[in-house]
């Protein structure tokens, strides 16, 4: 990557998200929780209106409103001050902290590590990060074994219970 880019330290919450639209789809509510349930327009349209309402420039060109609401790229967006989506390269960077692991754990060789495809069915059982420590999954991500009493809690969670990656996200 070329250029420098910033990415929020959390998900967009719904409670962000509908202060700012005017509306919330979500299906899992709650304030501090992730908005979801919307398309590559709505958050074009919410990095638009997010850019606008601090006063700087809008990304995207977008007609209509709401949940029908349709944006195209308004220039480069290297070029634009306003917010923007990351680009999948900046998104797989900040996910991945700048390793190549699917995890990142402070720990190991390359500061992070990956879970065996067989573990992933395991809901019972803690899931080690096979980075040369003993990090558990449950401590980065949510997944069957730290989502509900049962291994399985339908739902989104708030955002920031569990530990960030190395830059903080």
Request: overall charge negative; proline content about 4%; glycine content about 12%.
């Amino acid at each position: 990557l070329r250029h420098p880019f910033y990415v929020m330290t959390t998900e967009v919450t719904q409670g962000m998200f509908e202060g700012l639209m005017g509306y919330n789809n979500s299906e899992y509510e709650g304030e501090y929780h992730p908005v979801e349930h919307i398309d590559w327009h709505e958050t074009a349209s919410f990095a638009n209106a997010l850019s606008l309402n601090q006063e700087l420039e809008a990304c995207y060109t977008c007609t209509g409103a709401g949940a029908e609401v349709s944006c195209t790229e308004a220039m480069d967006p290297y070029r634009c001050s306003g917010y923007r989506l990351p680009t999948v390269r900046e998104w797989e960077l900040a996910a991945r902290s700048g390793t190549s692991s699917s995890f990142w754990t402070g720990h190991g060789a390359v500061l992070g590590g990956d879970v065996a495809q067989e573990d992933w069915s395991d809901c019972l059982n803690p899931i080690v990060i096979n980075d040369g420590s003993s990090a558990v999954i449950a401590d980065y991500a949510w997944y069957c074994g730290s989502n509900g009493q049962n291994g399985y809690e339908e739902g989104t969670k708030e955002v920031g219970q569990l530990l960030p990656n190395g830059f903080g996200l």
